[in-house]
């Protein structure tokens, strides 16, 4: 199964959108449609590269960054996703996370030493009137 993405500029033509649909000899085509584009301001542009996807037997999927073009063309049939939080298929990591087991256990915590010998709930601070004892001594 062949796939190929096919960029449309901001000034193309409906017409030569679906030019590009029909020259294209692979059956899932990526139409990536950028913000503001001319050809996403009528719905009926995105029927006519349907129309012609349904034709040939092409599968089209929209990218578009454009919340517009995404909500037009879902609500004409036609599936679309926004690249930025799309996860494909063929999506590959090179990062794999490892299988927890429940048996497996933390390794005990190691006790770190103390400093001067003293732990925080064993020192012992002076109260106001020591230290005005000690500042009187010097």
């Given at each position: 199964?062949?796939?190929?993405?096919?960029?449309v500029d901001k000034n193309d033509e409906p017409v030569s959108v679906a030019e590009k649909i029909i020259n294209v000899e692979a059956e899932e085509i990526f139409?990536?449609?950028?913000?503001?584009?001319k050809f996403?301001?009528?719905?009926?542009n995105f029927h006519l590269i349907k129309r012609e996807a349904d034709a040939l037997g092409k599968k089209l999927i929209i990218e578009s960054v454009d919340d517009k073009v995404i909500e037009m063309s879902s609500v004409i049939g036609i599936d679309a996703v926004?690249?930025?939080?799309?996860?494909?298929?063929?999506?590959f990591s090179d990062i794999v996370a490892r299988?927890?087991?429940k048996t497996q256990t933390r390794p005990p915590r190691v006790q770190r030493p103390r400093r001067n010998g003293i732990g925080r709930s064993q020192a012992v601070f002076p109260t106001s009137g020591e230290r005005r004892e000690n500042l009187a001594k010097v």
């Open positions: 199964m062949a796939i190929i993405r096919i960029h139409l990536n449609i950028p913000k503001f584009s996403a301001e009528f719905a009926d926004n690249p930025v939080f799309a996860r494909y298929k063929r999506q299988a927890f087991q």
